[in-house]
């Protein structure tokens, strides 16, 4: 059963446009996650937030920016696409450290 | 910090035979691994959590094995079939990946033929 929902699942727009994706868990998890996934399916970690609070920030592009209202929900900003951020973004949560992760069912993204 | 290989990239098996796929680490004092299932199109899913106590542990159709000493962690599907057609993806959590991140190996890509 879901309980990691994303939105939207797809999402085509041109080079230079925003976006933004969304994420919500309804599991009472204290941490929440964006992953990477891209073509040839590698998982690389962006951001993870821990009671609103960024704990994680791998090297990612400045146009890529986490936001979180509270602990239930993590969105994912892209300001001014590119071409290589064409993937597969998937969020995931979890409830304290070393614990498994649940994940979303992920958002497609094409940047043309 | 933690750094995780996987191998094969791609496996092809018949019906029935085994699938072995294998995940090397170089952190001594990782805890927690895990091996989650991506069918196309689909996220991951837990197929199995291990502590690092454990060393085989028994799933529904799979085994599981933790080799401490050499770092490896192996997923063996006995008598597979074409359902297992999947991306299988190991992880690894220590603290040294910073606040117990999971670290993932770079995916197995199964085919299971008819």
């Known amino acids: 059963e879901t309980a990691v929902f994303q939105t939207p699942n797809y999402h085509v727009t041109q080079v230079g446009n925003e976006v933004s994706f969304n994420c919500k868990q309804t599991l009472g998890h204290d941490t929440m996650y964006w992953y990477k996934q891209d073509s040839k399916k590698l998982l690389k970690i962006m951001f993870s937030?821990?009671?609103?609070?960024?704990?994680v920030n791998e090297t990612v592009p400045r146009r890529f920016s986490p936001q979180s209202s509270d602990k239930a929900h993590l969105n994912l900003r892209i300001k001014s696409v590119e071409p290589e951020d064409s993937a597969v973004y998937l969020c995931?949560?979890?409830?304290?450290?070393?614990?498994?992760?649940?994940f979303g069912e992920g958002s497609r993204l094409i940047v043309v | 910090g933690e750094q995780v290989e996987q191998r094969p990239p791609h496996l092809s098996v018949r019906e029935g035979d085994s699938a072995f796929i294998t995940c090397t680490y170089t952190d001594p004092n990782s805890y927690y691994f895990f091996w989650y299932k991506q069918e196309p199109g689909a996220s991951l899913q837990l197929l199995m959590k291990?502590?690092?106590?454990?060393e085989i542990n028994e799933g529904q159709g799979f085994t599981v094995l933790l080799n401490k000493k050499d770092k490896r962690l192996s997923l063996n599907l006995t008598a597979a079939h074409p359902g297992d057609s999947a991306a299988y993806f190991c992880a690894v959590s220590a603290a040294s990946s910073g606040s117990w991140q999971l670290i993932f190996g770079s995916g197995t890509q199964l085919t299971v033929m008819p």
């Open positions: 291990v502590f690092s106590s454990t």
């Open positions: 937030y821990n009671n609103k609070q960024l704990i």
């Open positions: 995931a949560s979890r409830q304290g450290n070393g614990n498994t992760l649940y």
